[in-house]
C-alpha cells in the first residue's frame, strides 16, 4: 500500500514513523482518502494526530450500526488542539468562543473527510421557540448531519441535554430520508471520562465528548507585525 502515493509523501512517512509501523499505516490510509499535499501531510506529521484519531469518549457503538459507528469515531479527536488562536489582550468569553468556533471550523474542512458546513449559530424553529446550534455541518460519507457544540468551560451532564435536543430537532426537520442519524459532538474546555461516559451511555442520541488544548494565544496585532509573502520575496530578491 505504501507505494500508492507519491514517494515525497512515502519519505517523510518512513523519516517520521519509521519506529511506529502502524502510525505509519495510518498516514498511508489518510493521504489515499483524502489526496493530501505533501505540506498538508508534513503538517499532520507535525503534530499528535495518530495519537489523538477516534479517541473521544463517545456511545457511537452502542446506537449506531458498526459501520457508520466506525466511520463516525474517525472523525473524532481527543484533545483538539489548537495551536494558535488571535485575541485581543483582554478578551472576554464570546471571542474565546468565536476563535475556537473558527477553528473547528477550518480543523473540520481541512481534515478532508466530507465535511460539507451547513452554517454557524444554525437557527432551527422548534415548536414555538428558536434554538441555534452552534455549528452544523453535513458529512458525506456518513450521510448525516453533525451537529456541534463548544463551551469554553468543563463538561458538565446537563450539556447532554441540550446538545440531545438539537439532535433530536435536526433529525425531526432536516434529515432525510435516505439521510443517517444526526451525530452531536460537544468539544468542551475539559471533562472527567467517567462522567462523560456516564453521560453518553444514557442517551440514545449519538453523541460524541472531546477536549480541546490551546497551545498558545497570540495577541490580535501580532499577525499585523508578521512580513507579508510579497515582503518576503522582495527582501530575497534585494539579498540576489
Not at 488571535?86 to 472576554?92: E, I, Q
Not at 465535511?115 to 450521510?143: C, K, W
Not at 446538545?163 to 425531526?172: C, F, H
Request: hydrophobic residues 40%; proline residues 4%.
Amino acid at each position: 500500500m505504501i507505494f500508492c502515493i507519491p514517494w515525497g509523501h512515502n519519505k517523510l512517512i518512513i523519516d517520521k514513523c519509521k519506529t511506529n509501523p502502524e502510525k505509519a499505516l495510518f498516514f498511508v490510509k489518510e493521504i489515499i482518502e483524502n489526496n493530501w499535499s505533501r505540506a498538508v501531510l508534513l503538517n499532520f506529521l507535525d503534530t499528535d494526530l495518530y495519537e489523538r484519531k477516534g479517541k473521544a469518549i463517545t456511545n457511537f457503538s452502542k446506537v449506531l450500526p458498526s459501520i457508520q459507528s466506525e466511520l463516525a469515531q474517525e472523525i473524532t479527536k481527543d484533545p483538539y488542539n489548537f495551536d494558535f488562536l488571535t485575541l485581543r489582550a483582554n478578551y472576554d468569553e464570546k471571542e474565546l468562543k468565536d476563535a475556537l468556533l473558527e477553528n473547528v471550523q477550518k480543523l473540520l474542512m481541512e481534515l478532508g473527510k466530507g465535511f460539507a458546513f451547513v452554517g454557524r449559530e444554525y437557527r432551527l424553529v422548534v415548536g414555538s421557540t428558536e434554538q441555534f446550534i452552534d455549528m452544523l455541518f453535513y458529512n458525506i460519507p456518513n450521510h448525516c448531519y453533525v451537529a456541534v457544540e463548544v463551551k469554553v468551560r468543563d463538561f458538565e451532564p446537563g450539556d447532554m441535554g441540550q446538545l440531545g435536543t438539537y439532535i433530536g430537532a435536526v433529525d425531526g426537520i432536516l434529515k432525510g430520508e435516505e439521510d443517517k442519524p444526526t451525530i452531536g459532538l460537544l468539544i468542551c474546555k475539559t471533562k472527567d471520562n467517567v462522567l462523560a461516559q456516564y453521560a453518553v451511555n444514557m442517551l440514545n442520541a449519538p453523541i460524541g465528548i472531546s477536549e480541546y488544548e490551546l497551545s498558545s494565544l497570540l495577541p490580535e496585532d501580532f499577525k499585523s507585525s508578521l512580513p507579508t509573502i510579497e515582503e518576503i520575496e522582495n527582501e530575497l530578491k534585494t539579498i540576489e
